[in-house]
């Protein structure tokens, strides 16, 4: 069954109009009125991208701006606002393929076509794909990374990373301590470490650098 897929036909101003956003206080209600006075920004082309706000979840059906909204004013969390509002957007493309937001163009071409039953070279399909296209490169989608904790407990002195929520557990084995007594006691003890998730290497040697230092030894 053919689904369709959301578009702007006016994308430079929905782009436009997501930068002032930013700067702008946050209203009771994303109106017409809001959009020509407090944006600046008149016109039917930047009417119409109220619509489409909505379906990215920035502006609930009443108008009311959502915690979306909010957080993609919040410029350290903008491109993830939108990374999410993407997967929403295109949900059915991802059912497709997951890293459809890693796609060439025409892999992702071909998904619209598939999806939609449109033809390639139609103004609504060619509509989806610039819209698409505008959006992932405002995005990130790295966001369970993003939105890990970067929680740290200090340790004679500096700091080890402590696991975000989903990370992958590891053991080490620490070999048995001799005293220097005749009559020593052998002691040995496991550390369970878990892992964060991520792909980052660099984060992986500096937890185990710190292990070496603090815990471990030279």
């Known amino acids: 069954m053919a689904?369709?897929?959301?578009?702007?036909?006016?994308?430079?101003?929905?782009?436009?109009?997501l930068e002032k956003i930013k700067?702008?206080?946050?209203?009771?209600?994303?109106?017409?009125?809001?959009?020509?006075?407090?944006?600046?920004?008149?016109?039917?082309?930047a009417a119409a991208c109220i619509p489409f706000l909505k379906k990215m979840g920035f502006v609930a059906s009443n108008g009311t701006p959502t915690d979306s909204y909010k957080e993609f004013r919040n410029p350290k969390k903008s491109r993830i606002a939108v990374g999410k509002?993407?997967?929403?957007?295109?949900?059915?493309?991802?059912?497709?393929?997951e890293y459809v937001h890693d796609a060439t163009d025409q892999e992702i071409l071909g998904l619209i076509v598939e999806c939609t039953g449109g033809e390639k070279d139609s103004s609504v399909t060619k509509a989806t794909l610039t819209t698409l296209n505008a959006l992932r490169k405002i995005s990130d989608f790295d966001i369970e990374n993003n939105d890990a904790t970067e929680a740290v407990e200090p340790t004679n002195g500096r700091a080890i990373p402590i696991e975000p929520t989903q990370s992958t557990p590891s053991q080490f084995q620490i070999p048995p301590q001799h005293s220097s007594g005749s009559k020593g006691i052998n002691l040995a003890y496991t550390i369970n470490l878990n892992l964060p998730a991520t792909k980052d290497i660099?984060?992986?040697?500096?937890?185990?650098?710190?292990?070496?230092?603090?815990?471990l030894g030279n």
């Open 3 to 17: 689904e369709n897929l959301p578009y702007s036909t006016s994308i430079g101003t929905l782009i436009n109009m």
């Open 23 to 45: 700067s702008a206080s946050v209203p009771e209600r994303v109106t017409q009125d809001f959009v020509s006075t407090k944006l600046a920004m008149k016109g039917g082309s």
């Open 85 to 97: 509002a993407f997967k929403k957007l295109y949900q059915k493309l991802y059912e497709m393929n």
């Open 202 to 215: 660099e984060v992986f040697n500096a937890i185990f650098k710190s292990l070496k230092e603090h815990i």
